[in-house]
């Protein structure tokens, strides 16, 4: 029976379907505005309709709801956020697409998806069996017969159908494009030719850096009319960018010195409790999930087998002692198999334990009865098990078993019936149950690390960089720098920073932030930019650079050409100064030639030509200047017509959905703007 809490846990999953190709780019497609709309604030833009804070808040509640509501660490609440705005895009953007070409969903298709005709991964991943991972319809049905009383049921159901709608359509459409994209005849002769062709021959090259720099002169104006003529390269995220320093909170000697004290007074009282196991509870310590062979312990913890406490003592950061709860002698491995059935059926279990018990053959008994059927089919074979692996439930009751044994369980929902096959001679295990204490500041240093980030705050006031890095030398912190692009929820390189990364998208420039307790520190940032635009400026420093250096290779490559004419390559060697410099096995799709190690520009010269003997005109490459002749064409039969064909389809399909959506992400126009609210 599919189960409301067994379709929340494994609807983690489903979410990753219903972000299909199409909704995995969107998320890039940031943009500038951010700001209130009538009076309910705008968080973000897609395909033209505006996104209201309640709009995004309620998708967000409908996502988490549906999801097992979850989202109590910083993971679980991104991915549910970055689910919402994905629901969000396929609402506004990809279903009224999908309806304007006429795509749709029959009644038809959805019955064949719910009975599995027609393979959907929602449903499946809804309603497969976790046992066996097989599809299960009834269960689908035993879930519909609880949706008239269940509203919750209801919502869930209307959500599977909803994402599974779009799994379908989004399927279809990309079947479109698939179906849309071929390798041409021409394509697939010049494919085989570039594959069983190689080509030998001699070349001439100049590097770049025999010209200097300084001797290359680049005007403002050539810099901006490259600029303008290639404004699409320098597409960017909008962003923030702040300075900011750390007040990191660490233990002090004193601190360290409280905490041993507290340590050792805590291990001698728990050498000495009487019930190590409420000792071990009472102050949040751990117990294993199951015994310890007493093998596998270190040479110090060893003394817990003889019933001796181990530690206190200092290990990466913190103390800890143990102390073992229980002692048994049991085998290493047990050979084990076993018959699953529900709690509901003891007289059946009673029943089948009697006959087991008398004798009966317990494989073919597993087989008819046991309704764990992953097992089952093996006639109950769990094969060869280490005894600190099975649960203490489990262990209790099987620590003295011996081959041949049959142990029945009660085990909350199921019972289970054992046999054991195998036993291994027994040795001593351990439960065992351990306290820790890590070295953490009092919070009387947290005090004196917030009063010393408290004055610096003060110091820095004045929207000044100055005043900021004047307050951070004085209190002997290193200021840091940060980017943060629109749609960005944290800060790499920061723990915690969500909250910084909120105030950031809401902050005035040259704003000084309010302190921010991050973990084990304390922040304090001052937002230095604001640049809300699509494309870096020209006057950006690393835009000018990029230009600098593509300027000044077209320049150079200009400059070298003269040195490159001759009648013979020996000729063009000879005038240049350099020497003639053999190549082999060149292929189109090799990336460089010889000691030119990344020249896409001569490889795909080389490889183009058709003639031999003859010399080459220049070619600007990305780091020299070249002039080659080709000697040789090598022919082989390395690569088919039809093996060809399918490998340029494959690339073709591929590139084509990628394609299709990086298409759809530019039209649509997806403004990302919950930064300030979420």
Do not use: C
């Amino acid at each position: 029976m599919a189960s409301l809490h067994t379709l929340r846990t494994k609807y983690g999953i489903v979410l990753s379907v219903v972000i299909v190709l199409a909704l995995l780019a969107f998320i890039l497609s940031l943009g500038p505005e951010m700001g209130f709309g009538n009076s309910d604030p705008k968080v973000g833009v897609i395909n033209g309709d505006k996104i209201s804070y309640t709009e995004y808040l309620n998708e967000y509640e409908t996502v988490k709801t549906n999801n097992g509501g979850q989202e109590s660490t910083e993971e679980q609440s991104a991915a549910l956020a970055a689910a919402t705005w994905q629901s969000l895009i396929a609402k506004h953007l990809l279903i009224p697409g999908f309806n304007e070409m006429g795509l749709e969903v029959s009644e038809a298709e959805r019955m064949a998806m719910m009975s599995g005709e027609i393979p959907s991964q929602v449903f499946y991943n809804a309603f497969a069996d976790p046992q066996t991972g097989d599809y299960n319809v009834a269960a689908i049905s035993t879930f519909l017969s609880q949706v008239g009383s269940n509203p919750q049921y209801q919502a869930m159901w209307s959500y599977i159908n909803q994402n599974a709608a779009l799994d379908r359509l989004t399927a279809k459409y990309m079947g479109l494009i698939k179906a849309g994209s071929y390798a041409n005849s021409l394509e697939v002769a010049q494919g085989v030719a570039n594959s069983n062709e190689s080509r030998s021959g001699r070349m001439v090259s100049i590097p770049y850096s025999t010209i200097s720099d300084d001797d290359v002169t680049i005007s403002d104006a050539e810099i901006k009319a490259y600029y303008e003529a290639n404004k699409k390269n320098f597409a960017k995220l909008p962003h923030r960018e702040i300075s900011y320093v750390v007040f990191d909170v660490e233990a002090t000697e004193a601190d360290m010195a409280e905490i041993e004290s507290k340590a050792k007074k805590m291990g001698e009282e728990f050498s000495a409790a009487q019930d190590a196991r409420a000792f071990v509870r009472k102050n949040m310590g751990e117990i294993t999930e199951g015994y310890v062979a007493a093998s596998t312990l270190s040479e110090e913890e060893a003394v817990m087998a003889e019933g001796n406490q181990y530690g206190p003592l200092l290990k990466s950061n913190q103390w800890i002692m143990s102390r073992a709860l229980e002692v048994k002698n049991a085998p290493d491995t047990l050979g084990l198999s076993h018959i699953v059935l529900n709690a509901t059926d003891a007289k059946l279990a009673d029943s089948l334990y009697t006959v087991v018990k008398g004798g009966a053959d317990f494989a073919e008994v597993a087989r008819k009865h046991s309704v764990y059927a992953q097992t089952a089919q093996l006639g109950g074979d769990m094969g060869v098990i280490p005894f600190s692996v099975l649960t203490v439930e489990i262990a209790d009751q099987l620590a003295e078993a011996k081959k041949g044994d049959i142990i029945k369980m009660n085990m909350g929902n199921a019972i289970q019936i054992f046999k054991v096959t195998r036993a291994d001679k027994p040795s001593k295990h351990l439960l065992i149950g351990s306290i820790t204490m890590p070295i953490e500041p009092s919070s009387a240093t947290r005090r004196n690390v917030h009063n010393i980030a408290s004055t610096f705050t003060v110091d820095a006031k004045g929207e000044s960089m100055k005043n900021f890095n004047d307050a951070a030398t004085k209190a002997a912190v290193t200021p840091r720098y940060a980017i943060i692009n629109q749609g960005d929820r944290t800060i790499n390189g920061l723990e915690d920073s969500r909250e910084v990364a909120r105030w950031s998208y809401g902050a005035e420039l040259g704003e000084i932030s309010e302190i921010f307790n991050l973990g084990d520190a304390y922040v304090v940032a001052i937002l230095t930019t604001i640049d809300d635009s699509k494309v870096s400026p020209v006057t950006d420093e690393n835009v000018e650079f990029a230009i600098t250096q593509a300027l000044m290779r077209e320049k150079k490559f200009e400059a070298l050409k003269s040195k490159l004419a001759g009648a013979s390559i020996e000729e063009v060697a000879k005038n240049a100064g350099v020497e003639v410099v053999p190549f082999e096995n060149v292929h189109f799709s090799d990336f460089g030639v010889g000691s030119l190690t990344l020249e896409p520009a001569v490889v795909g010269n080389i490889a183009s030509t058709k003639e031999t003997g003859k010399l080459s005109a220049p070619v600007q490459g990305y780091a020299s200047a070249v002039v080659f002749v080709v000697d040789n064409v090598a022919k082989t039969e390395a690569q088919n017509t039809e093996a060809e064909k399918v490998r340029q389809q494959a690339v073709i399909e591929s590139v084509s959905n990628q394609a299709a959506v990086m298409a759809i992400q530019k039209k649509a126009e997806v403004e990302d703007l919950r930064g300030k609210y979420f």
